[in-house]
């Protein structure tokens, strides 16, 4: 049956398709250090979108643009084993490293375009398969055809992602102009998260959606090793540690014992849904 809507282009007036290779692109290798160090803080976070997520000891996880494992990890404490894909080298190191920390020794990384992807010859399907702020996200069909159990969306809910809270972090500090700049997407709450819940369920699927707290946090021993971490996430010359400063001060708080917590917060949606069969 045609939809009434074709909700893939409305969303797309507002939310630039993502893909693996694009000319305007940033250089992701080249930002992994970031992006780890952001998913380091939000680790207690993503238990948060995980828990969303009915699980057994028994389940394959495929994890589309992996990154530094954020997801990975987590959901390799409660499954059988995690397929960890990724087309950017740095990004699977960082993965791989972050899975050697935590002692997992059920996840598989694998170096491969999404979008070369295909069933049974570069890779098989799994029980769940998930795409997290990731490529993977662009062809929900692929993503159905690819599970067995659920696949799974997972992306910011009408609110900050990354690029959007270092900017607020870093306000102020260079004259810079960062490629990234293009990924801060102005959400439109008309044509959010509805629209790719409208997506799945006009596949036929009966989609569930949860919104849940995310955000990124962690503890330091004193207000100036807060600020030696997290100016680490993007380099500028010290002139500007004054405005850094202030720029941080919503954001860290001291506890009795002496020590100082930053905390950002923000939301994101968690949208699973069993798979469907679906015609050429």
Known sequence: MKPIMNWDVLQSIVRPPMSDKAPSEPNWDRVAPMYNRMAEMEQPYT??????????????????????????????????????????????????????????????????????????????????????????????????????????LICWANAPNIPSILNELFSGTSTREDSEQQFIYHEDRRIGYNAVWNMVYDLGADPNIRIVTDGFTKDF??????????????????TFLPVFKKNLE?????????MVTFRRETKTYVLWWQPVPLGD
């Open 250 to 258: 919503p954001y860290l708080t001291q506890k009795n014992d002496g």
């Open 47 to 152: 238990y948060n979108q995980i828990n969303c997520l009915d699980t057994t000891p028994e389940d394959t996880v495929l994890d589309i643009g992996c990154g530094p494992g954020r997801i990975t990890c987590a959901l390799a404490e409660r499954v059988k084993s995690v397929t960890a894909v990724d087309i950017y080298p740095e990004m699977l190191n960082y993965c791989s490293a972050n899975v050697a920390a935590r002692g997992l020794t059920n996840v598989n990384t694998r170096l491969l375009n999404w979008l070369d992807a295909e069933m049974d010859k570069n890779i098989e399907r799994h029980d769940i398969v998930i795409a997290s702020r990731s490529v993977g996200m662009s062809n929900i069909r692929k993503l159905n055809a690819f599970a067995k159990k659920y696949a799974v």
């Open 221 to 238: 021993n004193s207000y100036d090793e807060a600020y030696t971490w997290l100016r680490q996430l993007q380099q500028f010359d010290d």
